[in-house]
């Protein structure tokens, strides 16, 4: 069965990452004589790569690189934070749609109403009530806000899109607090989501709802949160389990410095 190995896919796309420990012991397990040269292993993969360390000091000081289920991890969030800045960037382009509405409403009902007059011939061929398809009748309703209202809905909108895109940045950067922000903020909007569910299936809808529910669910319990599953603590000691310094000075009996 294949096994996609994240490990060393993610280091032939952006190449090793080599560390040359200050501890002896330590550092003669990650270092290698060959005949081309000095090689060192790689934390993310293990393998050697020839050349220089890309850094050198003591163990503790060394990156904590992502490795194994981890980098599995952050390949995840940063799917989710694509989505979010997408979904943001499009709830930007909404809000601004709803503003040049706002103040060009009468304009935009006239040009409406003229132009639904040249699709009325085709709808009464197919016998389709034109005037009174929910499309038309949605479009109607919007006509009929005040100024204020819709005003209003471009603000809420654009805040939400900044809380999207927010959101987008700090789970691209792996940020915890955006992890937290991410649970929040998408719980909150699932009673809605589900709520639209009564008024209108769609399978888009559907999808959105099923995805978030798994967001929110997975985000909560593979980062520990509100203290679930040990909480922080717990998943700090999961991530320097599977760091390379941390399994080689297990392995090797080096001392740790307090």
């Known amino acids: 069965m294949f096994k996609l190995d994240w490990d060393r896919r993610t280091c032939s796309r952006r190449g090793h990452i080599t560390y040359a420990p200050a501890e ?36 503790e000081e060394a990156p904590l690189v992502p490795r194994g289920r ?22 930007l382009v909404a809000a601004w749609a709803v503003w040049k509405f706002s103040n060009s409403q009468d304009a935009v009902q006239r040009i409406f109403d003229e132009n639904l007059t040249v699709f009325r011939p085709v709808a009464d061929h197919f016998h389709w009530d034109l005037e009174h398809s929910p499309v038309v009748d949605t479009v109607r309703k919007a006509f009929g806000h005040e100024h204020r209202t819709l005003v209003l809905l471009a603000v809420g909108l654009v805040a939400y899109a900044v809380i999207e895109i927010v959101e987008a940045v700090g789970l691209w950067m792996n940020r915890r607090w955006a992890e937290y922000l991410a649970v929040v903020a998408t719980a909150a909007f699932l009673p809605i989501e589900a709520y639209e569910l009564t008024e209108h299936i769609s399978v888009l809808k559907i999808c959105t709802l099923l995805l978030n529910i798994v967001a929110v669910l997975w985000i909560l319990l593979s980062k520990r949160l509100f203290g679930l599953r040990g909480g922080h603590a717990a998943f700090e000691a999961e991530r320097h389990s599977a760091s390379l310094l941390e399994v080689e000075q297990a392995a090797g009996a080096v001392p740790v410095k307090a």
């Open 70 to 91: 981890a980098l599995r991890d952050l390949f995840i969030l940063r799917f989710l934070a694509v989505e979010r800045g997408l979904r943001g960037l499009l709830v």
């Open 24 to 59: 002896p012991e330590l550092r003669e397990r990650l270092h290698a004589h060959t005949a081309v040269g000095d090689a060192w292993r790689c934390l993310r993969c293990g393998d050697f790569a020839l050349g220089a360390p890309h850094g050198a000091g003591p163990a």
